[in-house]
Structures are given as structure tokens and as C-alpha cells.
């Protein structure tokens, strides 16, 4: 924002070619696409879940002011 306010311009943003997508069906089971792949079970819950753990531990732990 600051950039536009001082008149420059904005890059385009370019989304990553492939992702990886991850979503969690309970019971520790989930599923999991990566390009034109697919896979699920119980490993893929586990990655999920040490993802989201990692994620929640480095910005889930802010302090309130």
C-alpha cells in the first residue's frame, strides 16, 4: 500500500502452478491433491495436522496489547 500511495505501481500477482490441498475428512482420515495427483488416508491426516500445528505456532501465539 505504501508503494501505490507513493506512485508506484503495482506487481501482478502470480499464483504458484501447483498446490498442495489438504483437507481432513475427521476420524484422523483426509485427503490430499497435489497437481494431477490424489491420495488420502491416515499419513495424510498426519501431514495435515503437522502443517497446522506448525502454522498455528508461529502466528497462532501473538500478544494481545
Not at 13 to 42: H, M
Amino acid at each position: 500500500l505504501r508503494a501505490v500511495m507513493g506512485g508506484v505501481e503495482p506487481r501482478a500477482y502470480q499464483p504458484p502452478e501447483q498446490t498442495l490441498n489438504l483437507l481432513s475428512c475427521g476420524d484422523k482420515f483426509a485427503i490430499g491433491v497435489w497437481g494431477r495427483w490424489s491420495f488420502a488416508g491416515r499419513w495424510v491426516w498426519l501431514l495435515k495436522d503437522w502443517i497446522d500445528r506448525r502454522f498455528i505456532g508461529r502466528y497462532g501465539r501473538r500478544r494481545k496489547r
